[in-house]
């Protein structure tokens, strides 16, 4: 080996040996290049400077993904950049965005939604997670022990109706819970938020509190970790969670446009620090979860359901979502749902223009020098590294009996009709239109947790045989059109001729030709 590798060899050993023992290591930012052999010590071995030469106030709640700000590692390692971090508490979304925007504060970590509700005088340069589970929707089993899918919770509100009677719906406000509360009311048929009394409550434990109360009349909760484990393991029932449309929360770190014009290089040691750190709880996870125990004041089985809940960018990902449009994809999905719910007026015209990754660039080539170097021994932390652990997996295997028999979720809401030509299972060019939007609607859903059955129906219109042959031909068709345009969920095609016609509607009339999108739980 020549003299011109050692200092390569030398920095190959000080990272791996970093990683191996869980240390925290990072770059001087004094190095000219980050092969220059200048090493800094580990936080926590007496290296951090106190005296700060920048001091930067970031504006968050107690959600635990934002743990690592309020850590005292990430405020030393932060602090060897002669960078202050003050980390407030301010629940209120909206006063949140007015102090970024009003200069009483630098940054502000929030989510993706709430960026697009608020809209801060900033522009997210980061982004720290997005939720795999961490939130669901919990159907009460105590007081309503029947209620096992929306379907089934659409019947108890007319039940309710014709009693003069309401449901509740609990969730927290301002927050992911909320969000998921929107996602329902936009996306599946039949459910609305107008039909139920929303109770805003200003935490999870709240809302699980008040679903468990007998003299509450409850319905539905949204909830967060650890509640959502504690759910399941009471025998409620949690019909959808972030892990089915893992896309659904993202959480991401915004600056002032004051801080961005005055101090770029600060957001950019910010990042490195930051991003350091989750390279190191990426290897060992453990460390992660002692922090975000310690954090909440939760036991480590608590703390152990939180982090599974959660998926961390790394700033690899993050690049890859600000540079390959999944970022701008995001925002126009979100930007949809809050839209249609009257959240928002309209979906952002220039999603770029939202976020920036100017500040992201050292960050990202410090992670992906890592993934370089330790690639060749350990491919899986590599891909970890990467982010290519919170890609979507492929589909399970499962048998159209299974899929048939699985749980229900609910029924897409189909935005315009799955149209036919008459007596044929070929489909009009508005049913294409509709099923091109339709696409888009179950690419939000997850393949691994979420299969789709098209329930083709027709109304009392010639004979059984003819009807039923119809209505198998045309859900055949949608399920073709479907799989042509990319969809990897598990999907299977029914007839049901004109064996189940709309409730209150005459069996000959043409609206009872249709065909239900019904998502329902797999594996």
């Given amino acids: 080996m020549s003299k011109s590798n050692y200092p390569a060899l030398a920095l190959t050993l000080v990272i791996t040996t970093g990683l191996l023992g869980g240390g925290f290591w990072y770059l001087r930012k004094t190095a000219p290049g980050l092969f220059s052999g200048s090493i800094s010590q580990p936080s926590g071995t007496g290296s951090t400077n106190p005296n700060t030469s920048t ?13 690592t700000f309020r850590s005292d590692e990430f405020q030393a390692a932060l602090a060897e950049f002669g960078v202050g971090l003050k980390y407030e508490d301010e629940f209120d979304q909206a006063q949140r965005a007015a102090k970024l925007s009003q200069g009483a504060a630098d940054l502000m970590v929030t989510t993706l939604d709430q960026f697009l509700q608020q809209q801060p005088q900033g522009k997210i340069v980061g982004l720290i997670d997005r939720t795999v589970g961490a939130d669901a929707v919990v159907l009460n089993t105590k007081k309503y022990p029947n209620l096992k899918s929306l379907q089934d919770v659409t019947q108890l509100v007319q039940q309710a109706r014709a009693q003069g009677q309401s449901l509740s719906i609990a969730y927290a406000g301002d927050t992911p819970s909320e969000y998921l509360a929107l996602v329902l009311d936009t996306k599946f048929e039949a459910f609305k938020l107008s039909d139920f009394e929303q109770l805003r409550v200003a935490d999870a434990s709240e809302a699980w509190s008040q679903m468990q109360d007998p003299n509450q009349n409850v319905a539905i909760a949204v909830l967060w970790e650890p509640f959502v484990t504690q759910a399941r393991q009471q025998g409620y029932t949690v019909v959808l969670s972030s892990n089915d449309a893992p896309n659904s929360i993202v959480d991401v770190i915004v600056a002032s446009d004051r801080l961005m014009q005055s101090k770029p290089d600060q957001i950019t040691e910010l990042l490195e620090a930051y991003y350091r750190r989750i390279d190191v709880n990426i290897r060992d996870a453990s460390q992660l979860q002692t922090q975000i125990a310690k954090d909440g004041g939760l036991s480590p089985a608590d703390a152990g359901a939180v982090l599974q809940g959660i998926a961390f960018f790394t700033a690899a990902e993050t690049q890859r979502w600000m540079t390959d449009d999944t970022l701008q994809r995001r925002v126009g999905a979100i930007a949809a749902v809050l839209v249609l719910s009257g959240r928002l007026n309209q979906v952002p015209q220039n999603p770029d223009a939202l976020f920036t990754n100017q500040f992201l660039t050292k960050a990202a080539a410090n992670t992906q020098t890592l993934i370089d170097l330790v690639r060749a021994d350990n491919p899986s932390l590599a891909d970890k590294l990467a982010g290519n652990k919170t890609q979507t997996a492929a589909a399970p295997q499962v048998t159209a009996s299974q899929v048939q028999a699985a749980p229900n979720i609910g029924n897409l809401q189909v935005q315009g ?37 098209v329930i083709g129906h027709t109304s009392r219109t010639g004979s059984a045989g ?5 209505s198998q031909q045309r859900a055949q068709v949608v399920l073709n059109f479907l799989r042509g345009k990319g969809i990897q969920h598990n999907i299977v095609a029914e007839g049901k001729g004109f064996s189940s016609p709309l409730p209150g509607i005459a069996p000959t009339d043409a609206k009872n030709q249709r065909t239900e999108i019904r998502l329902v739980r797999v594996n």
């Fill in 55 to 67: 001091q930067l106030t970031l504006l968050g709640d107690t959600f635990s993904g934002y743990s």
């Fill in 417 to 453: 009709k799955v149209d036919f030509a008459t007596g044929s299972a070929q489909l009009t060019s508005v049913g294409q239109q509709t099923l091109e939007g339709l696409v888009k609607e179950i690419q939000e859903f997850n393949p691994q947790t979420v299969a789709v059955r």
């Fill in 466 to 470: 003819f009807n039923q042959t119809l």
